[in-house]
């Protein structure tokens, strides 16, 4: 992960200093791309373990066109639960005794977490963020651009159409609700000599939490995507608008450069599956995944 880690140190060496939403503060630079060659190993971050069973579970559940965190907190995936936690929080008045950020903010995440778990209706209505990535993955205003993509890239390989966007300006103040409107925001394909590459553009990147779940998310979609249609994976491309280290990734990030890279594992998919919607968390085996301790850092919400 070389491409990574010369990201990191672009941004501490060259970005500007801005602020953000969140207020806490961020590097950025604007424009940057990352390429992986998909036959030199699975691009998951050595220098700091990463949590392949949530990047694996957050992906089944943004094909399945599921939008409700209840899947992915019963299955022990807590990536997402901060926005709709803030959300619950600010709609039902909660806010001054549990200021975000503080103590008893990240304490009481744990009751709003059990209660997605277990409780259904609560579910329903607070674990939802709404049209975000699986909604407009699979029903972009009634557009499957999932099964579309597939069809034309088994039909039409040649097509520079092969694409699947989560942009969908209607539905973007309804996101900002309970989540946020889709940072990774537009997908395509390509297909030459038999090989299948995607590139990815991402409007807005956190470098040090998200970007890695990203890279590692859309190169397994390549292999699973070239599974089904019957080609080998080629390049995933990662390319950037806003990309930013917040202020308070910033030590941790330097912890991150100062351990040395390790050899990329391999990722094995179940060769039986030939229908993309019809993986399960167990047709993934993941070999030779040797990281350097986690680095823990606060998600900015």
Not at 39 to 49: A, N, S, V
Not at 193 to 213: I, K
Not at 256 to 275: F, G, K, T
Request: proline content about 5%.
């Amino acid at each position: 992960m070389r491409q990574y880690h010369e990201l990191l140190h672009h941004i501490l060496s060259r970005g500007e200093a801005k602020s953000d939403r969140t207020g806490i503060g961020t590097l950025s630079i604007f424009g940057y791309q990352m390429r992986f060659d998909l036959t030199e190993g699975f691009p998951l971050l050595t220098t700091k373990k990463l949590n392949v069973k949530a990047i694996i579970h957050e992906l089944l559940w943004f094909l399945a066109g599921d939008t409700n965190i209840q899947y992915l907190v019963r299955h022990g995936v807590n990536i997402w639960n901060e926005w709709p936690y803030q959300h619950w929080l600010e709609a039902t008045g909660q806010t001054v005794q549990y200021p975000k950020y503080s103590e008893a903010w990240r304490e009481h995440m744990a009751v709003f977490v059990q209660r997605i778990r277990d409780n259904d209706a609560f579910a329903r209505q607070w674990g939802e963020l709404g049209p975000v990535y699986g909604r407009q993955w699979r029903n972009f205003e009634g557009v499957d651009q999932i099964k579309e993509v597939l069809a034309s890239i088994q039909n039409t390989p040649d097509s520079r159409r092969l694409i699947v966007s989560a942009w969908n300006p209607k539905d973007i103040p309804v996101m900002v609700r309970a989540g946020l409107p889709p940072c990774h925001a537009l997908f395509q394909f390509y297909v030459s000599n038999g090989r299948l590459s995607c590139q990815l553009y991402q409007r807005s990147a956190d470098v040090f939490l998200g970007v890695p779940f990203n890279i590692a998310s859309y190169a397994l979609l390549t292999l699973m995507v070239a599974q089904v249609c019957r080609l080998q994976p080629g390049e995933f491309i990662h390319t950037f608008g806003d990309v930013h280290l917040y202020n308070n990734h910033i030590a941790q990030a330097q912890l991150q450069l100062s351990r040395e890279l390790r050899p990329l594992p391999s990722m094995i998919l179940n060769p039986a599956v030939a229908d993309l919607f019809a993986f399960r968390y167990e047709d993934f085996t993941l070999i030779g995944y040797d990281p350097h301790p986690h680095i823990k850092a606060e998600v900015a919400v």
